[in-house]
């Protein structure tokens, strides 16, 4: 069931287009997310998935088509687009990569205050009391002084969503944050980012693991070719898909794990 309550929509991605060369890697995407909302995108390798992510990041500059964060001015991407409304983008929302992306000479509180403190220009003793209250809630609180490299790579991964969590966005996106790790490793971070899901947070995840969506969205869009193939709520997508083209992906991908 839907953790949304009708209001107006947080984010809203009209008839998105991104050419790199004269490879068309998204070809016309509509993405609506609420307040409080988790959207999964699925689809195979090359679909246009992180390109949409780095999209609402402003890490990536459509060819057109617009983007509405919270009721502010809509982005129009079909001129050119000021500096200031893509920093508008990345300061509404973080990013957690597929892999972790840690400054690998500073420890793992200052990974993780880097943002808040130098970026942001909040007082450094607040941000360091809310990055060791982060760190405890994913398991990590007696592992603020530790280095990247001292880390596995799940404890990694679970410092570089802390970092995200500390920047206070309205948006985290997830772009395949688990396809990096070891299989054991996997479980310790979708538990994460479920516990976030549960507890409100509006986030847009890009994944291969089906059982995690199944359970997390409430809303999944399937993706090929640069384009929305189907949508609708897992159960719909997962359970009687519409179309042909998602049915022989679920076939490939879902049944082995159905299996298990």
């Given amino acids: 069931m839907s953790r949304t309550s009708g209001s107006a929509p947080l984010l809203t991605a009209?008839?998105?287009?991104?050419?790199f060369?004269?490879?068309e890697v998204l070809r016309g995407i509509d993405l609506t997310l609420h307040r409080g909302e988790v959207v999964v995108l699925i689809g195979p390798s090359g679909s246009g998935k992180t390109?949409?992510?780095?999209?609402?990041?402003?890490?990536?500059?459509?060819d057109g088509g617009s983007i509405e964060v919270d009721g502010?001015?809509?982005?129009?991407f079909s001129g050119r687009v000021p500096q200031r409304q893509r920093f508008a983008?990345?300061?509404?929302?973080?990013?957690?990569?597929?892999?972790?992306?840690?400054?690998?000479?500073?420890t793992v509180l200052e990974n993780v205050i880097e943002g808040p403190w130098r970026v942001q220009g909040r007082p450094k003793d607040e941000v360091v009391a809310e990055a060791h209250g982060l760190l405890a809630r994913v398991g990590l609180g007696d592992r603020?002084?530790?280095?990247?490299?001292?880390?596995?790579g799940g404890q990694q991964q679970r410092?570089?969503?802390?970092?995200?969590?500390?920047?206070?966005?309205?948006?985290?996106?997830?772009?395949?944050?688990?396809?990096?790790l070891d299989p054991e490793l996997v479980g310790e971070v979708l538990l994460v980012i479920k516990e976030l899901a549960d507890e409100g947070w509006s986030m847009v995840v890009v994944t291969h693991e089906l059982s995690f969506a199944r359970e997390a969205a409430d809303h999944v869009l399937f993706m090929d070719a640069g384009v929305v193939v189907e949508e609708g709520s897992p159960a719909q997508v997962f359970g009687a898909p519409r179309e042909e083209r998602t049915q022989r992906f679920l076939t490939r991908i879902l049944r082995p794990l159905d299996g298990d």
Avoid: C, W, Y
Avoid at 89 to 106: E, I, K, T
């Fill in 14 to 19: 009209t008839a998105l287009h991104k050419s």
């Fill in 51 to 62: 390109t949409v992510l780095r999209s609402l990041n402003g890490l990536e500059t459509p």
């Fill in 159 to 180: 410092v570089g969503i802390v970092r995200a969590l500390a920047l206070r966005p309205d948006l985290l996106l997830f772009d395949e944050p688990t396809s990096a």
């Fill in 72 to 76: 502010g001015p809509e982005i129009d």
């Fill in 89 to 106: 983008l990345r300061d509404r929302s973080a990013m957690v990569f597929q892999h972790h992306n840690l400054f690998p000479h500073l």
């Fill in 144 to 152: 603020a002084d530790a280095r990247p490299h001292e880390l596995s």
């Fill in 21 to 23: 060369g004269d490879n």
